[in-house]
């Protein structure tokens, strides 16, 4: 399977399976430091490349496709999860904006790897079965994905800044 990939391909592929790795990670390790900052910034390198050589990969369909419809969403959650850390002051919420866009963007990255999966291991015979196999696989992974990301979402900043008050002026919380 890898000996007739493209370079393209080969590079998406390669970046998908260590963006994969890098965003389990990611999920599990803490939110802060200089850990997570690095492994923030290849992640994010590393999917903008991924989403630039999902759109030179088309022996899919052999032409323009919902892969390719995702690769540019997924670009655009990818740069709305950096904006608030590039900006001067941040926003008061921009640990919230961060997480949600750059949390979603990896369901993005898992659904499209485990479709490609399955398309090429289910025998589907119709573009019709591929599309209903599609669907299916992005509706149940959103729907996990939905779960988690609201589970682990971070605390907003105002509960953050109410507790730190309550806790200088030592009433019990």
């Known amino acids: 399977m890898i000996a007739h990939l493209t370079p ?12 994969l790795l890098v965003g389990f990670i990611q999920f599990l390790r803490p939110k802060r430091g200089a850990a997570h900052r ?5 992640y994010v390198y590393a999917m903008l490349v991924l989403d630039a050589a999902t759109l030179l990969v088309y022996r899919f369909t052999g032409q323009f496709n919902a892969f390719h419809v995702a690769a540019i969403v997924n670009f655009t959650l990818i740069v709305l999860a950096i904006v608030p850390l590039l900006c001067n002051p941040r926003s008061a919420n921009w640990r919230t904006t961060h997480y949600y866009f750059i949390a979603w963007s990896y369901p993005s990255l898992i659904s ?3 479709i490609n999966v ?5 025998p ?10 599609a669907l299916l696989v992005s509706i149940v992974i959103t729907a996990i994905a939905y779960i988690l990301i609201r589970k682990y979402r971070p605390a907003s900043e ?3 800044m109410a507790t730190g008050l309550v806790e200088q ?4 919380s």
């Open 112 to 114: 499209a790897g485990v």
């Open 124 to 133: 589907l015979t119709t573009r019709g079965q591929v599309g209903l196999m």
């Open 38 to 42: 690095a492994r923030g910034y290849f």
């Open 169 to 172: 002026s030592g009433l019990p």
């Open 118 to 122: 399955v398309a090429r291991l289910v």
């Open 158 to 160: 105002a509960t953050t």
């Open 8 to 19: 393209a391909g080969a590079i998406h592929v390669v970046l998908a399976m260590l963006c």
